[in-house]
């Protein structure tokens, strides 16, 4: 019989483990989301081209001025030989021989903190921008921009969907888990009704027993977790680089937590349930 109890409460625990692992993906994926977002976002470049005299020494020293501003990220100095080099790479050698002098301005690559990738917010950029005597042009992608934040949008909105439908699954799971891991002791609290336990008497081993099953098996199921993490570190390392391993001790809180309070939910319920059967519903 203990070996049976056993059996039952190792496979229990190895059940519940598996859904708190889908519980920590999806706990990463939510917590990662602005992060990932942030990534799309701050890889969009926007050219600010300068005007035909501007020298090297003035761009960069009007480079210097954007990386102080408080709504840039990062800026990349383009020569006019850099620039030349490019559309040589896309156009072909000679695309030049058609100009008397070279139309390639000095150019400085920007990307944007993700706050200020939107379409007004990129607006008030280009007009700040603008204002230097030493700026031609500012260009950048606005359909991008737009098809950028809209899909951004759209996946957030079917990765909370999904996240939602998950944890409702695993909820599921993991109470069916329990009830019938109780339930298999049935008689054992009929018995302890019999000579007079109180409910809340009954319910403690139980309660206990189910504490230390879920904390069990939520740290198999972040071991898990934390291994998937470093694999695809070891095979992804460029996506690897969006996610934030200061958020990992989040989704840990997470997954201990929703193993130890559906754990403790569920049995309590059950344990209430079954005290609550007569002597005759217990055999079906």
């Known amino acids: 019989m203990r070996r049976r109890l056993m059996n039952a409460y190792l496979s229990s625990v190895i059940s519940i483990s598996l859904v708190l692992l889908l519980v920590g993906v999806a706990s990463m994926l939510l917590v990662n989301a602005k992060s990932v977002s942030d990534y799309f976002k701050e890889n969009m470049q926007v050219s600010v081209l300068m005007k035909q005299n501007v020298t090297d020494e ?3 020293e009007y480079k210097d001025d954007l990386d102080d501003a408080r709504y840039i990220k990062s800026t990349t100095f383009i020569s006019k030989e850099q620039g030349q ?5 896309q156009l072909g050698e000679d695309f030049l021989d058609v100009f008397e002098t070279s139309p390639i301005p000095v150019s400085i690559d920007v990307t944007l903190d993700a706050d200020y990738v939107s379409a007004d917010s990129l607006e008030i950029v280009k007009a700040e921008i603008s204002e230097s005597p030493l700026v031609e042009e500012v260009v950048y992608q606005r359909s991008l921009v737009d098809a950028l934040n809209a899909n951004l949008s759209r996946i957030s909105l079917i990765l909370g969907v999904f ?3 998950l944890l409702f699954i695993s909820f599921v799971l993991i109470n069916n888990t329990v009830r019938l891991n109780v ?3 049935r008689f054992t609290i009929h018995t302890m009704k019999l000579v007079g336990a109180t409910r809340s008497f009954i319910r403690a081993p139980f309660l206990v ?5 879920g904390i069990f098996a939520a740290f198999i199921a972040i071991i898990v977790l934390v291994g998937l993490l470093f ?3 070891s095979s992804f390392a460029e996506l690897f680089e969006i996610f934030r391993l200061d958020l990992l001790l989040v989704v840990i809180g997470i997954v201990i937590a929703s193993g130890l309070i ?3 939910v569920s049995t309590y319920f059950v344990v209430n349930k079954l005290i609550s059967l007569r002597k005759d519903e217990l055999y079906y």
């Open 183 to 185: 339930f298999a002791r």
């Open 262 to 264: 559906i754990c403790l």
């Open 231 to 233: 694999l695809m570190r």
């Open 163 to 165: 996240i939602a439908l």
């Open 85 to 89: 080099r490019e559309l040589a790479a």
């Open 209 to 213: 027993q189910s504490a230390f099953q």
């Open 58 to 60: 003035a761009a960069l």
